[in-house]
């Protein structure tokens, strides 16, 4: 599910996209933001839906094997055991999982190789070989086949990673937090009783979440210039050109947690930050960041600004 440091970036790319825009209708960027963090919950959909895609195909496929011009005694007998698979009758059954496919309109007729391709991978496995010479089967058991097809049959698909990267434009960003979904999922669903079983949610408390990405992206908005002014005094001698904008950003957004955001210790803001930005920014922006909230922080510290509830949040 998305963590407060998924939040922090998806609030850092729609910051971007706002200082990059010539629309500054803020209203509508916090829009395009929350829609880009239901995209998240979209992808998973699309995901649990390729996953039942690829498990069904074994009725085509005994179909096509049927119907050859001289099919063998196997072709003739072809086993679809996986079409009973406990895991995905549960999907199928499941309410809000069927109120999401019609939501984003999930379905595969634009791409109709790909479950083909991905069977025919998962046909020559010797764990799907495994799997269907089992005759105590559980749920447990019948999750690990689909597991095995997520994990080694879709995500090592150069084709699957086509399509997701051409219709999810933060695929690369949000594919770690689309697995840890679909493993949250795999837990969730534990029970033989199908209404049991649910989805994994976006984020652990969505009502709370929404209100920090949401007044996040708005506070960085609105003390845009004295945050920058605060990055300003402490930069002297750089050319501001030469500060990458992403670095900025994070140290705006870092500001404005240790002034805005009293229930956030400063030492989770600061490694929150620095954490991000090794991957959205320069080598070199990590001990830059660094030093430069660390000089401001302390400014802070000295003009009484950091005001925060709890004991031990500032050091």
């Given at each position: 599910?998305?963590?407060?440091r ?9 910051l971007y996209a ?11 960027h916090?829009?395009?933001m929350?829609a880009g ?8 959909i699309?995901m649990?839906?390729l ?11 005994k179909e096509?094997?049927a ?9 003739l ?27 984003y309109k ?12 991905l ?13 269907l010479?089992?005759?105590?089967d ?13 994990k080694k ?17 933060f ?10 979904l ?13 209404k ?11 009502a ?38 992403m ?40 001990s830059?960041?660094?030093g430069i909230?660390?000089?401001i922080?302390a ?17």
């Open positions: 599910m998305l963590n407060r998924h939040l922090r970036v998806k609030v850092l790319q729609a706002f200082h990059q825009s010539d629309t500054k209708d803020i209203k509508q916090e829009k395009n929350l963090i239901d995209e998240v919950f979209e992808m998973y699309w649990l839906s996953i039942s895609e690829v498990a069904n195909y074994a009725e085509n496929d096509e094997r119907n050859k011009h001289l099919p063998t005694a196997e072709d007998n072809a086993d679809v055991k996986i079409l009973g698979n406990k895991f995905i009758l549960s999907l199928n059954d499941n309410r809000d999982y069927l109120i999401a496919l019609k939501k999930v379905e595969w007729h634009f791409e109709p190789e790909l479950a083909k391709t069977f025919t991978a998962l046909k020559k496995s010797p764990d799907y070989a495994e799997y010479a089992k005759t105590d559980t749920i447990q058991t019948d999750k690990d086949i689909i597991k095995f097809i997520f049959v879709i995500l090592k698909s150069s084709l699957a990673e086509q399509v997701f990267e051409d219709k999810f434009i695929w690369p960003v949000d594919r770690d937090v689309l697995q840890a679909i493993a949250k999922t795999f837990k969730n669903f534990s029970s033989e009783d199908f049991q079983n649910h989805l994994a949610e976006i984020t652990g408390n969505w709370e979440d929404r209100e920090f990405v949401v007044d996040l992206f708005a506070k960085s908005i609105r003390f845009d210039t004295p945050y920058q002014e605060l990055i300003a005094a402490k930069t002297t001698n750089w050319e501001p050109d030469r500060i990458a904008m670095d900025t950003l994070l140290m705006k957004m870092a500001i404005t947690e240790f002034v805005n955001f009293t229930s956030i210790p400063v030492k989770v803001t600061i490694n929150e930050y620095l954490e991000i930005s090794k991957e959205f920014s320069t080598p070199k922006s990590n830059f960041i660094n909230l660390d000089k922080l400014d802070l510290k000295t003009e009484n600004k950091i005001k925060k509830i709890g004991r031990g949040l500032i050091e």
